[in-house]
């Protein structure tokens, strides 16, 4: 049975999406095996869904495999850490054509900058007094993937540094703390020049995350469309409607597209696969209905 498209435009509907276009498995720091995220994505109703763990596509052959025999539509994705004026800021890059060109040289190099900058947290960790941190970190991501922030975090809480990784972050993990390296990612331009030369759509993640004034994330915004950026999470979980609005004015005024994605991690806390906040009315349009994207969303429909 053919599933019911997704639309063209926002029309402010309160009714339910069934997109995700920003999750995360045990392929990076998600807790879901990348087949589990799609049965769990199948579970909630969704019907169109992109896996984009840290700077890499090794869970997207397993998603991709599960999502066909769910009858889910997969695309293809990776979030890439980039760095602009101090700031950690992350970029989706969405593959229709999955990861080729530059792009996989660029993963590559991602991979041994985490390694490097994984060693670089630890030591900043065991003089805050998190000793053999590393090897803790190890311990929970629970294989040998790339390390990130949160499996340090979650070390922290398993020796009681802390209460919970929101805290770990608060205090020791989160931007301008010590274990927020970010020295070792490229700039944005690069990054998107990656995402572009693989025939992928570059999408902003989560914008309004960063504790940026209106007139800095606009800065951001220009930035990013000058370097070839497409998109930009008009939705990234909840958040302030009033806010999204705004936002919205912010990417049309810039010819950017909308996605809409959770950055879901684990199952437990207040988000799941496909939990939104309210997509206002705007003209600003779908990321989906991106020239390089459209074709590989409205397959099932």
């Given at each position: 049975?053919?599933m019911?498209p997704?639309?063209d435009?926002?029309t402010?509907?309160?009714?339910?999406?069934?997109i995700?276009?920003?999750?995360?498995?045990?392929?990076?720091?998600g807790?879901?095996s990348p087949?589990?995220?799609?049965?769990?994505?199948?579970?909630?109703?969704?019907t169109?869904?992109?896996?984009?763990?840290?700077?890499?596509?090794?869970?997207?052959?397993?998603?991709?495999?599960?999502?066909?025999?769910?009858?889910?539509?997969?695309?293809?994705?990776?979030?890439?850490?980039?760095q602009?004026r101090?700031?950690?800021?992350?970029?989706?890059?969405?593959?229709p054509a999955?990861?080729?060109g530059t792009?996989?040289?660029?993963?590559?190099a991602q991979?041994?900058?985490?390694?490097?900058?994984?060693?670089?947290?630890?030591?900043?960790?065991?003089?805050l007094?998190?000793?053999?941190?590393?090897?803790?970190?190890?311990?929970?991501?629970?294989?040998?993937?790339?390390l990130?922030?949160?499996?340090?975090?979650?070390?922290?809480v398993?020796?009681?540094?802390?209460?919970?990784?929101a805290?770990a972050?608060?205090?020791?993990?989160g931007?301008?703390?010590?274990?927020?390296?970010?020295m070792?990612?490229p700039?944005?331009?690069?990054?998107?020049?990656?995402?572009?030369?693989?025939g992928g759509?570059?999408?902003?993640?989560?914008p309004?995350?960063?504790?940026l004034t209106?007139?800095?994330?606009?800065?951001l915004?220009d930035?990013?469309?000058?370097?070839?950026?497409q998109?930009a999470?008009?939705v990234?979980?909840f958040?302030n409607?009033d806010?999204?609005?705004?936002?919205?004015r912010?990417?049309?005024?810039?010819?950017?597209?909308?996605?809409?994605?959770?950055?879901f991690?684990s199952?437990g806390?207040?988000?799941?696969?496909?939990?939104l906040?309210?997509v206002p009315?705007?003209?600003?349009?779908?990321?989906?209905?991106?020239?390089?994207?459209?074709?590989?969303?409205t397959?099932?429909?």
């Open positions: 049975m053919p019911p997704l639309p435009r926002f402010g509907d309160p009714g339910p999406l069934t995700d276009l920003h999750m995360h498995s045990t392929a990076s720091d807790t879901l087949a589990e995220l799609v049965a769990l994505c199948a579970a909630r109703g969704l169109h869904m992109a896996l984009t763990d840290h700077d890499t596509v090794d869970g997207v052959a397993e998603a991709a495999a599960a999502a066909e025999a769910q009858g889910l539509v997969l695309i293809a994705g990776c979030e890439l850490s980039t602009w101090g700031h950690n800021i992350h970029v989706v890059g969405l593959l999955g990861a080729r792009l996989v040289a660029g993963l590559a991979a041994e900058a985490r390694t490097r900058r994984a060693e670089t947290i630890a030591a900043r960790m065991e003089k007094g998190l000793p053999d941190a590393l090897a803790r970190a190890r311990e929970q991501a629970g294989s040998e993937r790339p990130g922030r949160p499996d340090f975090a979650r070390a922290l398993a020796a009681g540094r802390v209460p919970d990784v805290t972050f608060n205090k020791y993990l931007d301008g703390k010590p274990g927020d390296v970010k070792l990612w700039g944005i331009p690069e990054a998107v020049g990656w995402i572009l030369d693989a759509v570059a999408v902003l993640a989560h309004l995350r960063h504790g209106r007139r800095k994330r606009g800065l915004l930035d990013f469309a000058a370097a070839g950026g998109a999470e008009l990234s979980g958040q409607a806010v999204t609005r705004d936002l919205a912010q990417l049309q005024e810039r010819s950017l597209y909308a996605s809409l994605g959770s950055d991690h199952p806390g207040h988000l799941a696969p496909g939990s906040g309210p009315r705007t003209a600003t349009p779908p990321v989906w209905t991106h020239p390089r994207l459209a074709p590989r969303f397959q099932g429909a």
